[in-house]
């Protein structure tokens, strides 16, 4: 299966905590990454964070920084995304992608998105 498959996500209060992970079966090399966009009504999907499969290289979003983590399962190709301190802004749709991470600044995206999973967070 090439298309990543998330799991977590719901409905939370702001100052709470949530944790996402996806998984994929690509085969990892070179630059290869791991990353979550969301998607807020009326916006556009936006970038949140990546993390690269063989040094481990992140890359967040400034909104996210000090707050959410993303961290790696190599064994089973899994990426989680921790997310604490939760505000009513971070509410979306939470997208898996895998791509390339060339630069904790440099990020490029592929065609292969995980199913998405709704994040709410109410004030």
């Known amino acids: 299966q090439v298309q990543p498959v998330q799991s977590g996500g719901g409905l939370v209060q702001a100052g709470e905590s949530l944790r996402l992970s996806c998984t994929a079966s690509?085969?990892?090399?070179?630059?290869?990454?791991m990353s979550w966009f969301r998607q807020a009504p009326g916006k556009e999907r936006e970038f949140v964070a990546a993390i690269r499969w063989n040094t481990g290289l992140t890359s967040y979003a400034d909104s996210v920084k000090d707050r959410f983590t993303i961290s790696k399962d190599n064994a089973k190709n899994t990426t989680y995304l921790q997310m604490n301190s939760l505000k009513p802004e971070d509410t979306a749709v939470y997208y898996c992608n895998t791509g390339s991470l060339l630069s904790s600044k440099t990020y490029y995206q592929d065609n292969y998105w995980g199913q998405g999973t709704q994040v709410t967070v109410s004030s």
């Open positions: 690509r085969r990892a090399f070179g630059s290869y990454a």
